[in-house]
């Protein structure tokens, strides 16, 4: 069978979107490739327009077995294990780097678009700041930000980057991510908190030059996250791109945020952050976005608030 679009991760959060803004766009030739397992991952399907589905693992047997699929055109690999607790390093070696080795390979000597889901995490603590040329210095604060920063790296080893595009998203929140455990962003955790028991519980910081809940974060909504994935596919720009927003902004300031699009006073409690975290932790993160804005593209991201609002509006309508 012929496919246009071949997207790993399709199920997930990001995938699902692209998905959902392609189909938008009058595309349904799509393939897509994800790991169901026991989750609830499924129920991101049932929105899509799609031809077909193969699990993860039968796809990189099929692809090892020198499988075509017929005219495919792009392959977006946003497949991974994106669990920034996972310890199993193995696991992650094999998953997402040796994996996207070889679904790279697949596209790249046969013509195809290729473009990879890098990560954030692989700045650390951006202590060397956050610019895609940045690759050398960095050190990623655990084992996920480093599996991505080893792709990123082999990529510029082989010259490859002048041919892909890797993107580096920020904190992605929005529909499409209830399957995710521990790993949902702080907004469904919150909204959860909020509609359960009307309040929030954020982690206290540990540095003096923050204060609890002052701990910053570049936010993107999906949505907007799927449309930059899209034009930088669409529009051929090559290499490592930051997809994010370009602003920080504040725990306090998504915790007043999902209040106000709940239509609840705030009420928040700081609890302990888990031992094993704090050395781990994140204490600002900002894309920086000049690479992106170059390629022309309309800047027209939502504000906190308009994500916010939407996601809530969806997550509402959801559960009635």
Not at 53 to 69: A, H, P, R, V
Not at 84 to 103: F, G, H, K, P, W
Not at 192 to 218: A, P, V
Request: charge should be neutral; proline fraction near 2%.
């Amino acid at each position: 069978m012929n496919h246009k679009y071949i997207i790993t991760g399709g199920a997930g959060l990001i995938g699902s979107n692209v998905i959902e803004e392609l189909n938008r766009m009058g595309e349904t030739d799509i393939l897509i490739i994800d790991h169901l397992g026991t989750s609830e991952k499924w129920k991101n399907l049932t929105r899509l327009q799609y031809t077909d589905y193969i699990e993860k693992d039968k796809f990189l047997s099929l692809i090892q077995n020198g499988e075509s699929f017929g005219k495919v055109t792009h392959c977006i690999h946003l497949g991974a294990c994106s669990s920034t607790t996972e310890s199993d390093a193995s696991y992650l070696i094999s998953n997402n780097y040796n994996y996207t080795q070889v679904v790279g390979a697949f596209a790249i000597t046969r013509g195809i678009r290729f473009l990879y889901a890098s990560s954030a995490a692989t700045y650390g603590l951006g202590e060397f700041g956050y610019r895609e040329d940045m690759l050398h210095e960095l050190r990623p604060l655990n084992m996920y930000g480093y599996s991505k920063h080893m792709y990123d790296l082999y990529a510029h080893r082989f010259n490859l980057l002048d041919k892909i595009t890797g993107l580096k998203y920020f904190n992605v929140y929005g529909f499409g991510e209830a399957h995710k455990g521990d790993m949902r962003s702080v907004v469904l955790k919150g909204y959860e908190q909020i509609r359960d028991t009307s309040g929030l519980k954020l982690f206290k910081s540990y540095r003096d030059d923050y204060r609890n809940g002052e701990q910053k974060r570049d936010f993107l909504y999906v949505r907007d996250a799927a449309k930059i994935t899209l034009y930088l596919l669409h529009n051929n720009h090559y290499g490592i791109f930051n997809v994010g927003r370009g602003i920080a902004e504040t725990w306090m300031d998504l915790a007043n945020a999902l209040f106000s699009s709940m239509g609840k006073s705030p009420k928040i409690e700081f609890t302990d952050m888990p031992e094993y975290l704090r050395p781990k932790y994140q204490y600002y993160t900002c894309a920086d976005i000049k690479k992106l804005k170059n390629t022309g593209y309309p800047m027209d991201f939502h504000s906190l608030q308009e994500g916010i609002e939407s996601y809530v509006n969806l997550l509402n309508s959801e559960s009635h």
